[in-house]
């Protein structure tokens, strides 16, 4: 039986193409990574909520969505850098991948000081209290808190690009270790935090908001003078045309990424807006819980983004095909987990978060199915964004981000809080079928028109 498991562990190891063993590798390290992550995650919240209360929980939360939308303003930079570079990388372009980099740093750079500006000065006028419904009995002001959120997503945003660095180098792996490491720092301040202070929200995000960018910064300084010191970002290699040929290839990601937004983001805000700060904290429950899936999932499929570029570029569709066949055999044990999940979700809670809050059944169902539906979806996206056919990609998140608000808006007052994640569920199968079938012809070398755009 040793002999068999160690014979096992050789093959997996040295079997298989170049680009094929990347792939592995970059699985198992990141599941280790991320598992460690996972669990941080989970810590955090009943820490988090504990030290405040699922009001002040749920208006950090619904801050933190809100916000979330200044990442698009990159206007997919990131993304269209992270396929750019894999382009150039298997076609040995280096001197095209340092100019991208520069390019890209200098650009976003300017967005950031721009969206920092333009945000903070529109912001002024609005009455943030009444647009979140706080309570009057809370008595403070939480626009020093967006400022707070607003100026680390502004750094955030202008630092991000070494993860799509590293990602389209083959090493998503490390990607993830910036990211553990940011939850750590959380962690520890937050439990700081309620050692020696009580339910300061302001002390709160600036520590939750903070950690993640100064842990940014230091890996963009380490990694910048060492294993990426040869496309260390340089002020003369910043040039025009490049700036044009990365927008022209970021555009379609740009609306993709406001897409997503709406589909992900607007949940908090408008779930605040209808039914009050402290059913965002009961909603983020289940959303956290079944996260474990699509985390899984995208620690399984992430190194396949930059794969399938490779492959697309070398026109090795056999890879493409195998790969795809194998993620969607992943998926059928994904639905049955998720399954799992369901059945113990109520049990899970109460350990979890213990009998303060109570989850809806048909919250936490609907959630299941949710996050079934979505593991399919991005199997098929990452290919679709691998490859750079994302024309039927926008169309579908133009259209299903137009009905998504209102509809959950609708279903919310029909239901109650289970009606945004049905909303969604209804999108989401609207988009799969789509993106399903364009995918299966661009296996087959079969996509025209429209489905090869």
């Not at 698009?72 to 992270?82: A, E, K, P, Q, Y």
């Not at 040929?245 to 990424?257: D, H, N, P, R």
């Not at 609907?366 to 039927?392: D, E």
Request: glycine letters at 6%; proline letters at 3%.
């Amino acid at each position: 039986m040793r002999s068999f498991i160690k014979n096992k562990a050789q093959a997996f190891w040295s079997a298989g193409s170049e680009r094929s063993l990347k792939v592995k590798r970059n699985i198992v390290y990141t599941f280790l990574i991320r598992g460690l992550s996972v669990l941080i995650g989970f810590l955090l919240l009943p820490l988090t909520i504990n030290y405040l209360n699922a009001t002040q929980y749920g208006i950090w939360v619904t801050i933190a969505s809100l916000v979330a939308w200044i990442n698009t303003f990159d206007i997919g930079l990131s993304n269209g850098l992270r396929n750019k570079l894999a382009h150039s990388l298997a076609l040995g372009e280096h001197d095209a991948v340092q100019r991208d980099i520069s390019t890209t740093y200098a650009l976003l750079c300017g967005i950031a000081v721009a969206v920092f500006v333009v945000f903070y000065s529109v912001g002024l006028f609005f009455n943030w209290n009444w647009l979140l419904r706080v309570p009057a009995t809370m008595q403070f002001d939480i626009w020093p808190v967006l400022v707070i959120t607003l100026a680390s997503f502004c750094i955030q945003f202008i630092l991000q690009p070494v993860n799509s660095i590293l990602i389209a180098m083959h090493q998503p792996f490390k990607a993830s270790l910036i990211l553990l490491l940011g939850q750590v720092l959380t962690y520890v301040l937050i439990w700081v935090l309620s050692i020696f202070t009580k339910g300061n929200l302001y002390l709160l995000v600036l520590v939750a908001s903070g950690s993640p960018v100064l842990v940014l910064l230091l890996a963009n300084i380490y990694l910048f003078a060492t294993s990426l010191k040869a496309f260390i970002p340089r002020l003369r290699n910043v040039l025009l045309l490049n700036a044009k040929s990365l927008m022209s290839v970021s555009a379609a990601f740009f609306f993709i990424q406001i897409g997503a937004l709406i589909l992900y983001e607007t949940d908090n805000i408008v779930i605040s807006r209808i039914l009050g700060p402290h059913e965002v904290t009961t909603f983020n429950i289940p959303f956290k819980y079944f996260s474990i899936i699509n985390i899984v999932f995208y620690i399984i499929i992430t190194p396949y983004w930059s794969a399938f570029t490779d492959a697309y570029a070398r026109e090795d569709f056999g890879w493409i095909r195998g790969s795809i066949r194998k993620m969607r055999k992943l998926w059928a044990a994904a639905a049955v987990f998720a399954f799992v999940l369901y059945l113990f979700s109520g049990i899970v809670y109460r350990l979890w978060i213990g009998n303060g809050i109570v989850v809806p059944n048909m919250l936490s169902l609907s959630m299941a199915v949710y996050a079934i539906l979505q593991t399919w979806m991005v199997i098929h996206a990452y290919l679709l964004n691998g490859v750079g056919k994302l024309r039927v990609q926008l169309i579908l998140v133009i259209a299903t981000g137009i009905i998504n608000v209102p509809l959950s808006i609708f279903l919310i007052k029909q239901i109650g809080l289970p009606g945004t994640v049905l909303a969604n569920i209804i999108v989401m199968l609207v988009t799969n079928v789509f993106i399903t079938w364009q995918c299966k012809l661009i296996i087959a070398n079969k996509a025209t028109g429209i489905w090869a755009k």
